[in-house]
């Protein structure tokens, strides 16, 4: 939720034409209940829409046990995903 805060402060301030402090109160009381603006909320689906699309196309792979992403025709994939089996906490370890 590290991005929220200040967008969403954002979007009250532009949209309230409230005080900037008071933008801040309401935010926080919004987070504090457990809310997100439906902006925010389409911002977050849109964004997953995108990734979906990016591992239909086969533009993305993920490690399976964490879910962490990497780009299939980036420089120094390879070398990221070995490096990321080796550190991943969730991945199985291979034992002798
Ligand atoms: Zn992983």
Same mark, same amino acid.
């Given at each position: 939720?590290?991005?929220?805060? @200040?967008?969403? &402060?954002? #979007?009250?301030?532009? /949209?309230? +034409?409230?005080?900037?402090?008071? *933008?801040?109160?309401?935010?926080?009381?919004?987070?504090?209940?457990?809310?997100?603006?439906?902006?925010?909320?389409?911002?977050?689906?849109? @964004?997953?829409? &995108?990734? #979906?699309?990016?591992? /239909?196309? +086969?533009?993305?792979?993920?490690? *399976?046990?964490?879910?962490?992403?990497?780009?299939?025709?980036?420089?120094?994939?390879?070398?990221?995903?070995?490096?990321?089996?080796?550190?991943?906490?969730?991945?199985?370890?291979?034992?002798?």
């Amino acid at each position: 939720m590290s991005e929220y805060p @200040s967008r969403l &402060v954002e #979007i009250i301030y532009h /949209k309230s +034409g409230v005080k900037l402090s008071t *933008a801040e109160r309401i935010a926080k009381a919004i987070e504090k209940a457990g809310y997100l603006p439906v902006e925010l909320v389409q911002q977050q689906i849109a @964004s997953m829409e &995108v990734r #979906i699309a990016d591992m /239909k196309a +086969g533009r993305l792979t993920y490690c *399976a046990y964490c879910g962490e992403e990497f780009p299939i025709d980036a420089d120094g994939t390879p070398e990221a995903v070995s490096n990321h089996i080796h550190n991943c906490p969730k991945h199985p370890r291979i034992t002798k």
